[in-house]
């Protein structure tokens, strides 16, 4: 399976917006891929929903779709779904 990504595929492969709940359910232990976060605290990286742009079992195949995200989106986030000492990744385009 390819990894290799174009900024095409962000509009594509956009889902509805999710709660966190959904997101672990749908896509467990991996890297989503996130924008138009709705947050309830940002400093403790809390929010109500978000949309998915991409979700990857590796961050680094996450890449392409966040190099592919900031041409749409003005912020874009990855966070983990399971357990591991990178769980938030904040993304923003300067």
């Known amino acids: 399976m390819s990894f290799a990504l174009a900024v095409s595929d962000v509009a594509t492969e956009q889902s509805d917006r999710m709660t966190w709940a ?3 359910r749908a896509y467990p232990d991996e890297w989503v891929v996130l924008t138009d976060i709705a947050w309830v605290d940002e400093s403790a990286f809390e929010f109500s929903s978000a949309i998915v742009v991409g979700h990857f ?6 890449s392409p779709k966040v ?8 912020n874009v986030f990855a966070f983990h779904t399971g357990e591991t000492e ?5 993304l923003r385009a300067i």
Not at 57 to 62: C, D, I, Q, S
Not at 86 to 90: D, F, K, S
């Open 22 to 24: 959904e997101m672990c």
């Open 57 to 62: 079992a590796m961050r680094r195949t996450a």
């Open 67 to 74: 190099k592919a995200a900031f041409a749409q989106y003005p």
């Open 86 to 90: 990178e769980r938030t990744v904040r």
